[in-house]
């Protein structure tokens, strides 16, 4: 498979506790990118790399979050003290610098 | 920043008729890409269509095409013959320094 994976699938967290989701792009895409997507509505953007590079970071990307891609392959999205309302889908998505993003099938956060 | 705009929640539409889904968007870039989205309920996004906004011509993929209004930065999409598995969730997404998405638009296909 050489699509965009996302792992885990499924994560269920005690509220407090700190979740790690990893994204693994398509091979030859330089770009990355994280959203947050809630029931109903659209994706959220969150943050971008290009390569190694975080390039943007949304607002809405509170210092709970972190993201980082070392050496411009796989990704890790971290958040701290995890809320209610991180409950989401994560999203994650890649592509060549100029071109559509490619999604992988999301990481389902639900905090309890 | 960019926003996009799309004004219809939900729409439906026989199966077999025709449907056109409305884009509006901002943007200050003069180069980028525009693309319509699709998710279904196992919520993976598929890509439906692509536009180079320096292209005039609308761009077209089978029964799904496009109606792109530059300087109204209007991108609109036409659904015909629709079918069951069109149904979905479609956004609109301009390509620019980063990837922002509409909305959404709910499409429901009746037989």
């Known amino acids: 498979d050489t699509g965009v994976s996302q792992d885990p699938r499924h994560k269920i967290t005690k509220r407090g506790q700190n979740v790690t989701f990893r994204c693994d792009p398509i091979s030859e895409h330089n770009r990355l990118y994280w959203y947050r997507q809630t029931l109903g509505q659209g994706p959220e953007f969150l943050t971008y790399?290009?390569?190694?590079?975080?390039?943007?970071k949304s607002r809405l990307l509170s210092d709970r979050f972190s993201a980082e891609r070392p050496k411009g392959s796989f990704s890790t999205l971290e958040i701290q003290r995890t809320e209610q309302g991180d409950s989401a889908m994560y999203l994650c998505?890649?592509?060549?610098?100029?071109?559509?993003?490619?999604f992988g099938q999301g990481t389902r956060l639900t905090v309890v | 920043a960019q926003t996009v705009t799309q004004s219809q929640p939900e729409m439906s539409v026989q199966e077999a008729e025709t449907v056109t889904l409305s884009c509006t968007y901002d943007t200050s870039e003069s180069d980028y890409y525009l693309f319509w989205y699709k998710q279904p309920p196992s919520r993976q996004m598929i890509l439906v269509i692509r536009?180079?906004?320096?292209?005039?011509q609308n761009a077209t993929e089978n029964r799904f095409s496009v109606n792109f209004q530059k300087a109204a930065k209007s991108f609109s999409l036409k659904i015909s013959d629709s079918q069951l598995g069109d149904a979905a969730m479609y956004f609109c997404a301009p390509l620019g320094q980063n990837f922002v998405f509409g909305p959404g638009t709910r499409l429901s296909v009746l037989p």
């Open positions: 536009q180079e906004a320096y292209k005039q």
């Open positions: 790399f290009q390569n190694e590079a975080q390039l943007e």
């Open positions: 998505a890649s592509s060549l610098e100029v071109g559509e993003a490619f």
